[in-house]
């Protein structure tokens, strides 16, 4: 029998800001996949860390239409209490050890402050943090500031499953970055580092949008003590015009989606979108976790549906 370290545990983390597209459902069902083709186990975190945006009508609908589409999950949703709004104690402690390490500090800087410092030319919306507040003395503690986390000047290497060897150096290109917002709301990196491992994640599988924030979680995860997990990126979907799904692409999303499609002949358009299949037919995800494998998935950052 296998060791239950062995075991391959993934996850599908969605945000509730919306109901989900094409592009949504395509990581859904890819890591789904992944994980039971391996005899894993699929955990379903719901990802309400931004108040203003995350409705809980919303998560009810993503699982809703994750069990219409048969992808069910082993652990979490709703009814578990996988949600990132229930869980700031995790976080609060996680910071603490940060904290103890002497990495991190009160930054003070507004949106503005930091956008004035880029160079002229920086033309892909990247933003760099300059550093600041690095060795600036603590203001009181009323002064709104958020928390971030020192980078080395070095790089970090890792490999994904998709997208072969990657090397990122986080002093180029981010700089130290957030840990804790100046609003109090918890960063994106450091919920999801500590999710992922208070729940024994071991492959994570979702857009090649963050496929440059492997490299700040693994950062994280060293710090913390944790192992990173397994890195499987994927394509994203694209529009005809080529550019990336969003909530507003009202053809693409489920609730078009549910009326023009059965479940098995959306997960065959699917299927057959990331080159699984080489002709797109109704199948169920069950039938195609036993000729799935990561290796067909195409080498590309953008799908064209
Ligand atoms: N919550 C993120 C999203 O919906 C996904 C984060 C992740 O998979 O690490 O885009």
Redesign the pocket.
């Known amino acids: 029998m296998k060791s239950s370290e062995n075991v391959v545990k993934g996850?599908?983390?969605?945000?509730p800001t919306g109901r989900m597209h094409l592009g949504?459902i395509f990581?859904a069902l890819i890591s789904w996949l992944s994980a039971k083709s391996a005899g894993g186990r699929w955990v379903l975190r719901i990802?309400d860390l931004d108040p203003q945006r995350s409705r809980m009508e919303y998560a009810r609908q993503i699982e809703d239409d994750l069990l219409w589409l048969g992808l069910e999950w082993d652990e979490g949703g709703i009814a578990d209490g996988y949600l990132q709004s229930r869980r700031h104690g995790l976080y609060e402690k996680a910071l603490a050890r940060l904290e103890a390490t002497g990495l991190t500090y009160s930054c003070y800087c507004t949106k503005a402050d930091i956008l004035a410092t880029q160079a002229p030319h920086a033309s892909d919306g990247r933003v760099i943090y300059p550093g600041t507040c690095r060795g600036r003395k603590a203001e009181s503690d009323d002064a709104p500031h958020s928390v971030r986390l020192m980078v080395p000047d070095s790089e970090i290497a890792f490999t994904d499953a998709v997208f072969g060897s990657r090397s990122i150096n986080l002093a180029r290109e981010c700089g130290d970055f957030v840990l804790r917002r100046a609003d109090g709301a918890w960063a994106?990196q450091l919920a999801?580092v500590v999710d992922?491992a208070d729940m024994g994640i071991t492959q994570?599988?979702?857009?090649c949008?963050?496929l440059d924030?492997c490299a700040q979680q693994i950062y994280l995860c060293s710090l913390l003590g944790y192992e990173s997990p397994r890195y499987v990126h994927l394509p994203l979907v694209c529009n005809s015009v080529g550019v990336r799904l969003g909530k507003r692409d009202a053809s693409l999303s489920m609730d078009t989606l549910r009326r023009d499609f059965t479940p098995q002949q959306l997960i065959g358009r699917l299927a057959a979108m990331a080159g699984i299949i080489e002709t797109e037919r109704p199948v169920t995800p069950q039938q195609l976790a036993e000729e799935f494998a990561i290796g067909r998935i195409a080498k590309t950052e953008r799908i064209i549906c």
Do not use: K, Q
């Open positions: 996850r599908f983390a969605p945000s949504n990581t990802e994106y999801v992922d994570v599988v979702r857009g949008d963050l924030s």
